[in-house]
């Protein structure tokens, strides 16, 4: 394994731990299903991810989950900030 097939590992893991904490905390919402089913798949890629090959594509596939995962949480962001309505 290269330096940097290890840090690239390294970011996996740590965007990995990044989703469950924004879904421990910004679950249980309209994206609460979705955000889970992306957990259990990025979990099984990680599984199946076996040779250092692989490692760029898991990586990839990592950063982009991981996007979903911060516009779910602008997105909850921005809905607690809706004013309030006054006429209905």
């Keep these: 394994m ?4 290890s840090k690239d590992r390294e970011k996996i893991s740590q965007m990995y731990n990044r989703m ?7 679950g ?6 979705e ?3 992306q957990l259990q798949g990025i979990q099984e890629s990680m599984n199946d991810c076996e ?7 898991m ?3 990592a950063k982009e989950t991981m996007a979903f ?3 779910v949480v602008e997105y909850k962001e921005l809905m607690d900030r809706e004013p309030p309505q006054l006429y209905g």
């Design 59 to 61: 990586l990839k596939e």
């Design 28 to 33: 249980g919402y309209e994206y609460n299903d």
């Design 2 to 5: 290269t330096e940097s097939t």
């Design 35 to 37: 955000m889970l089913y």
């Design 20 to 26: 469950w904490d924004i879904f421990n905390e910004h």
């Design 51 to 57: 040779e250092d090959r692989d490692i760029p594509y």
């Design 69 to 71: 995962f911060e516009w």
